[in-house]
């Protein structure tokens, strides 16, 4: 059985071999001497390999102490010679070559050190100025370079290139300021910023406080006037005018005396060469140049006068500031509002101003805050009503457009009145419910041709910037300034109460724009009345019957407007406006259309009853009753009045409004019954041969009888069939003029009391035919419909 030997490393003694049998204890011997063999392989290994390093060992020790004997022969030599007498002699010839070697180059390293630093201070300054750097780190880089520029230029060796560098210097000095105030101007930087750029321009333009104040409020007064410049968006930019008003005095209390002179007095504590800022800047390269920029560059402290100015003068000074600065900003507002027609930009400006002088003006030293209220509402209010006023005399370009387009239409010109059959078979878009096509179908009704509506767009446009001060006084009334109020109630200069400024501004401004905006527009219209008058007039001289179509483009025209002049109010309880076109100018238009109808139907209806008089009418065949009375009008006065109602419908359905028929009617009635008195007269005037023929029937009758009847005997005797004849044309004439009345209206009572009269008929008779007469019209009073 084999048996496997341990490891004889692990044992702790000799004996611990032993404890194992014969065969375990031969393999251990083994391997032991195995072992042993191996470590001396390597150990000779080892030795063999190291021996040359030692050799070198060896000679570097016997180098070393070669050395170690020559250094300590000349140790020995240096204590010798370092006796005191030798020291200084060696320190008087070091001293003395060092003086005459500065003596030699001082001249020419200053120069050049002087110029590397002045060609430098321009890059350096215009990089911050890119990086929008420390515009107090600029100032005293600029400091450095005057001071430099000046020892340079009274050099004996001065160099044209001087003058080239400071030229850019200057430029560049010019950059600066210009930021500093861009700074200054703004609103938007903090305390410490304003301070810091104060700093920078006192220190640039060797400025004292005063003169640092003043420029100051110089640069915010040409910001706040440069801001109302601006016509764009002129809201936004007045009220930063004010508030850059009200933040430049809350700066300047902030600011000065005591922060700035604290500011100014840092500035005295080391030479501006010795700054660890202007030091940092690696283009100047002072840790270098340091010691040969000269003295006064060297050591040039700034010495500003922070004490200069103190506060009693500084709030005189903010005093006289605040009230030249609030004046220029009244004068430029007005001044921005001559240039504005918007009327919504000076509500909201008016708004924003009076809020933001409410909330921030108290603290404005040296003005009242109730009449800077007083003159700001002024201002918006004054300019409010000049917007409306303007505007409501921009009435007169429907006039312009009217009279252009008059003088455009030809003398012979079409009435142009459209049918709506052709209208209907136009194609038409029928989407969003058929709006365009209803538009059309009462476009064309009312006869809204395109000059119409082209003149009446304008009023429209007209009025919708008229009315459009109705939103801006709304707005007025409901702003309640309760909330702005609260904030303001310890301002001991107000001598107006919350009370008070609410009614101002809610009550009394909107109230008054209200009355200068009726006013305004009264003023407009009358003077669009009279516009009106006078073109009618000088249309309609001399009865001109080629003036029809404009007659009728006028009346179209007068109707659309009248019926938006109701809308012209402000408020829903007010009265409307009157109309501004006078019953006289419709007049005498109604009067030339009524004369284009009423004279050649007049004249048909004339020759007609003339013709009627010659020939014996049938209508009698007709007539209802006991006794037979007439029901229906002859054919000549029917067929009168179908021409007027067809004639008055081809000029245009839409023209007849009730004052047009009126006018109308009148002038008809008045022309007819001329017509209807002279057919009276012919009719009742005696006929020769009736006469002959009533005195031939005389003669056959008895002589008692005829004694009888000639008792009291008429002014003219006609035959039976005459009379039967003569009664009947009366009846019915007199029933034409019945039932032409019941259209026509007017006053023809002498004519008909006079038919009466020549009847001799009684009341029954009359009120037969009075009935008769108004049940026919009844039957067709849908066919005359325009003259209903």
């Not at 005389?698 to 005997?713: F, L, N, R, Y």
């Not at 038919?755 to 035919?769: F, P, T």
Request: charge should be neutral.
């Amino acid at each position: 059985m084999a048996t496997e030997a341990p490891d004889p490393r692990t044992f702790k003694s000799w004996e611990d071999a032993f404890q194992f049998p014969i065969p375990v204890v031969r393999k251990l011997e083994n391997q032991l001497r195995s072992n042993a063999n191996e470590n001396r392989e390597k150990l000779r290994s080892l030795v063999g390999a190291s021996y040359r390093s030692h050799l070198d060992t060896a000679e570097t020790i016997i180098d070393m102490e070669i050395r170690m004997e020559q250094v300590e022969s000349k140790l020995a030599r240096v204590g010798q010679n370092c006796n005191t007498r030798g020291l200084d002699r060696i320190s008087s010839n070091a001293m003395k070559m060092d003086t005459h070697n500065r003596a030699r180059d001082v001249a020419r390293y200053t120069f050049a050190s002087q110029l590397s630093v002045l060609r430098n201070c321009p890059v350096v300054m215009a990089r911050l100025l890119k990086e929008d750097g420390s515009y107090l780190l600029i100032a005293k880089i600029l400091v450095i370079s005057r001071l430099l520029y000046k020892a340079l230029s009274q050099s004996k060796n001065a160099s044209p290139v001087v003058d080239q560098l400071w030229e850019r210097v200057s430029s560049v000095r010019r950059k600066c300021l210009r930021r500093i105030d861009k700074r200054l101007a703004s609103a938007t930087g903090d305390i410490s910023m304003l301070v810091e750029s104060m700093c920078a321009y006192s220190l640039a333009t060797s400025s004292t406080p005063t003169n640092v104040l003043e420029h100051f409020h110089r640069v915010r007064r040409e910001a706040i006037l440069k801001n109302l410049k601006n016509g764009h968006d002129l809201a936004t930019h007045g009220v930063q005018s004010l508030r850059l008003c009200l933040q430049t005095c809350q700066d300047t209390q902030a600011i000065f005396p005591r922060r700035l002179a604290e500011s100014l007095a840092r500035l005295k504590s080391q030479p501006l060469v010795q700054d660890p800022d202007v030091r940092s800047l690696y283009e100047l390269n002072l840790d270098i140049h340091d010691r040969w920029v000269g003295d006064e560059a060297r050591n040039y402290t700034p010495w500003p006068r922070h004490d200069e100015l103190q506060r009693p003068e500084a709030e005189k000074i903010l005093h006289k500031w605040s009230k030249e600065a609030i004046s220029a900003f009244l004068q430029g507002i007005k001044a921005a509002l001559n240039q504005e027609e918007r009327l919504k930009e000076v509500s909201s400006l008016r708004q924003e101003l009076i809020e933001t002088w409410i909330l921030s003006g108290s603290g404005m030293a040296g003005v009242k805050s109730a009449r800077i209220l007083d003159d700001l509402r002024d201002t918006m209010n004054n300019q409010l009503e000049t917007i409306v006023s303007s505007r409501t005399q921009s009435l007169q370009s429907v006039v312009s457009d009217l009279t252009q387009v008059l003088s455009k239409w030809s003398s012979g010109g079409d009435v142009g009145n459209a049918s709506l059959w052709t209208t209907a078979s136009t194609s038409t878009d029928l989407g969003n419910g058929a709006q365009s096509f209803k538009s059309s179908i009462l476009n064309t009704y009312q006869g809204r041709d395109e000059a119409v509506i082209h003149v009446v767009s304008t009023f429209d446009k007209w009025m919708e910037s008229v009315l459009e001060v109705k939103g801006i006084v709304k707005s007025m009334k409901e702003t309640r300034w309760d909330d702005t109020f609260a904030d303001d109630v310890d301002d001991s200069d107000d001598e107006f109460g919350l009370d008070s400024k609410q009614s101002l501004l809610s009550d009394d401004d909107p109230r008054l724009l209200e009355e200068v905006t009726q006013e305004a527009l009264g003023e407009a219209l009358n003077s669009l009345g009279k516009s009106f008058a006078q073109i009618v007039s000088k249309l309609t001289l001399g009865h001109n019957d080629g003036s029809i179509p404009q007659s009728i483009f006028i009346l179209r025209v007068v109707r659309e407007i009248g019926d938006r002049i109701p809308r012209l109010r402000l408020q829903d309880k007010y009265t409307p406006p009157p109309t501004p076109f006078s019953s006289d100018v419709l007049r005498l238009l109604h009067s030339a259309l009524g004369r284009q109808i009423v004279h050649p139907a007049v004249k048909a209806y004339k020759k007609s009853l003339a013709t009627a008089g010659k020939s014996r009418s049938q209508s009698h065949i007709l007539w209802e009753g006991n006794p037979a009375l007439p029901a229906q009008p002859s054919p000549s006065a029917f067929r009168f009045l179908q021409g007027l109602v067809r004639n008055m419908g081809a000029l245009g359905s839409d023209l007849w409004a009730p004052d047009g028929v009126s006018v109308f009617k009148a002038m008809t009635c008045e022309e007819v019954s001329k017509i209807w008195q002279e057919n009276f007269e012919a009719i009742t005037k005696p006929d020769p041969d009736d006469v002959e023929q009533a005195q031939d029937t005389t003669e056959d009758v008895p002589e008692s009888e005829a004694t009888i009847e000639t008792k009291d005997p008429p002014s003219t005797k006609l035959a039976p069939e005459a009379e039967d004849r003569r009664s009947e044309k009366l009846k019915q004439l007199l029933f034409d003029i019945l039932y032409v009345q019941r259209y026509l209206g007017g006053n023809a009572r002498d004519v008909v009391e006079a038919l009466y009269a020549a009847l001799e008929v009684d009341g029954s008779i009359k009120a037969r035919l009075n009935r008769n007469a108004a049940d026919y019209g009844r039957k067709t009073y849908l066919l005359f419909a325009l003259l209903a």
